[in-house]
């Protein structure tokens, strides 16, 4: 054990002061008396009292000097090393997201993070500034620069565990920033590493990744798709991945409205899928659940449900001259009306709920319909064409965004793509990487004057994109963002935390969205549309609004990024310890002076009890005295 004020061994000094005050007794005047029987008790006082007479035990002086003891070592200030080096500035990242409820360490991941958090607050030196940031659906700053240890204490218990992914990019970007206005800085991240992180970060200060997790044992239910066959009847594609390092056996349960449909045993190798394929579904049924038995570390991906809402026509207008893949896959989707007419030839009569213009653009758009634009040849009100890009290399910009689910882009190759500058209101699915370390978007999407509308920016005959199987899935997943109303009047599923946007007949100013837990939020219509953000929770949903039946769609944690949740040893594309101006890191330290100061504290109050036990005895008789009087004098109660 160190210490940090060595100086304050000094006060033992004091220590042989206290036994001489005990050695050294009062001389007093001898007399010569004629009898000492009268004097026994004065002669034994005489003794007590002789100068420097040996030594006998004594409560009272071994209490004074343990206190004297504990009060020079919490003076001395001694430290034990910490488990993680911190400097006089510290900025915590704590992982919130969904393989954070793992229960691999117990109780939870997250509360294990909370746990060596608050270790690393309290090895801080005593002027030292905390900052917490929580890193899940998005990057929070729970408290900033503070050197109130209650204040940071506070706020790393206050993070809970969500059910997104964990924005560790956008947390570091916040850290570099607080780094950058402060010397000596450590930035702590305590994560299982399975977050959304650029491919490339510089950080101002220095880097301490605290991985959390032991295992990344896990069965997840990654898919729960409904189908409607044209026979009639209802279906469901369930998808269950193993991402563990051995084989696993689960008993997966497929409910309809609460009610046992049929059991199936799972035996799924390792890094493998199983489809089941469920039917015989009662007819009426409105919700199809499927369940894992059993128990693994992460509980979220074990269930899913799915809302049963038979899909309605979407009515599409293909403008183009002539594309083999668009038309090939428009004409397969079960849910298209498809009409396809040449550039500049006029539509039949009647409105279409998606607008999809395949290299060209029209000289009036549409007043209303979806709008999908694929390698557009100049610019428009909603985007800027600034020129062609050669041979992009295509990357998902995130693999689990909605237009991606159940793709993969690996191996897709674009001979050349037009160049669009990102407008404000858009998102990028799909980026192309130039030789320059620029990037395009290749696939984009958003909203803008109440209109949804996706861009395509390379030729599909300039790709071999049209060939792969992913091909087909982001088509309809895209058409399925584009126009919602396909499945009915708002989605029947929904990614945790993806806002729920509702268009509203004429008239309605108001609608309402009850969540899981019971809880209901209203929300004022503008421009006739609500919008709900507050879709974390796993479960079904209901949304109503005057004149309505009650309509519903779930949410579920499918998301590979979570269920896979095997701790990564280190956050790939992150610079440490970038910052040129930062020193070598003060090894953290757990002091244990509060800890002696209130030992000290307890020593003193005995040491004053056992001086004083006469009177406490006498005070403790009188209470006890004064309580069988008050009970011996008390009337009788009838």
Not at 112 to 134: F, S
Not at 445 to 457: E, K, N, P, S, W
Request: charged share 20%; glycine share 8%.
């Amino acid at each position: 054990m160190n210490f940090l004020a060595p100086a304050g061994f000094a006060l033992a000094l004091l220590i042989p002061v206290i036994v001489a005050f005990y050695l050294l007794k009062l001389r007093r005047t001898e007399r010569e008396v004629s009898s000492t029987y009268l004097w026994r008790k004065m002669v034994r006082d005489v003794q007590a009292n002789a100068p420097w007479q040996k030594l006998r035990p004594n409560l009272l002086l071994v209490l004074q000097l343990l206190f004297l003891a504990a009060l020079i070592l919490a003076i001395a200030r001694p430290f034990s090393p910490g488990l993680d080096a911190v400097g006089q500035t510290a900025i915590l990242i704590l992982d919130s997201s969904a393989s954070m409820s793992a229960t691999d360490v117990q109780p939870t991941r997250l509360e294990a993070a909370k746990a060596r958090a608050a270790q690393i607050v309290d090895e801080m030196p005593e002027n030292g500034r905390v900052t917490v940031i929580e890193a899940g659906s998005s990057a929070r700053l729970r408290v900033a620069s503070t050197q109130d240890r209650r204040l940071a204490h506070q706020a790393i218990e206050q993070i809970q565990p969500g059910t997104g992914g964990a924005e560790l990019g956008l947390a570091l970007q916040l850290a570099s920033a607080v780094a950058s206005r402060q010397p000596d800085t450590d930035i702590v991240v305590l994560s299982d590493g399975r977050g959304s992180l650029p491919q490339r970060l510089s950080l101002h200060g220095r880097l301490r990744y605290v991985p959390i997790g032991l295992s990344g044992e896990n069965l997840a239910i990654g898919q729960l798709n409904l189908a409607y066959p044209a026979a009639g009847g209802l279906q469901a594609f369930i998808q269950v991945t193993n991402y563990g390092r051995k084989a696993a056996q689960r008993r997966m349960t497929v409910l309809a409205d609460g009610r046992v449909v049929s059991v199936y045993d799972l035996n799924v190798a390792v890094g493998g899928t199983q489809a089941v394929v469920a039917a015989d579904f009662p007819a009426g049924a409105a919700l199809i659940q499927a369940r894992l038995e059993g128990s693994d570390p992460l509980a979220a991906d074990d269930h899913a449900q799915a809302v049963v809402r038979r899909p309605q026509p979407v009515k599409t207008a293909l403008v183009s001259n002539g594309s083999l893949f668009l038309r090939t896959v428009l004409s397969l989707l079960p849910n298209i009306q498809l009409t396809e007419v040449k550039p500049g030839e006029p539509l039949p009569a009647g409105s279409y709920d998606l607008y999809l213009y395949d290299r060209n653009f029209p000289e009036v758009l549409p007043a209303q319909g979806a709008l999908w634009f694929v390698a557009p040849p100049k610019s428009s009100p909603f985007f800027k064409v600034t020129g062609l890009v050669e041979a992009p290399l295509v990357r998902a910009v995130d693999p689990e965004d909605a237009l991606l689910r159940n793709t993969s882009l690996d191996g897709i190759n674009v001979l050349d793509s037009v160049s669009v500058d990102l407008p404000e209101w858009a998102t990028a699915a799909v980026a192309g990487d130039l030789p320059d370390g620029s990037s395009v978007p290749l696939l984009m999407y958003g909203d803008t004057g109440g209109r949804r509308i996706a861009v395509l920016a390379f030729d599909l005959s300039h790709s071999d994109f049209g060939l792969n199987v992913a091909f087909p899935i982001t088509l309809a997943n895209t058409i399925s963002w584009l126009v919602p109303a396909s499945g009915g009047a708002l989605p029947a599923q929904l990614r945790p935390g993806e806002a729920l946007v509702v268009n509203l007949p004429a008239g309605v100013a108001m609608a309402g969205l009850t969540r899981p837990d019971g809880q209901t939020t209203r929300a004022q219509a503008a421009d006739g549309r609500v919008s709900f953000s507050d879709t974390t929770q796993l479960g079904v949903y209901q949304v109503e609004w005057s004149g309505q039946p009650p309509l519903h769609f779930a949410v579920n944690l499918f998301s590979p990024g979570e269920s896979n949740m095997l701790p990564l040893d280190n956050l790939p594309g992150v610079e440490a310890g970038t910052d040129p101006g930062a020193g070598a890191a003060e090894a953290g330290k757990q002091e244990w002076w509060r800890t002696l100061a209130g030992l000290a504290l307890l020593l003193l109050l005995a040491e004053w009890l056992v001086y004083q036990r006469a009177a406490v005895r006498r005070l403790w008789d009188s209470l006890r005295t004064w309580r069988t009087g008050n009970r011996v004098g008390a009337p009788e109660r009838k």
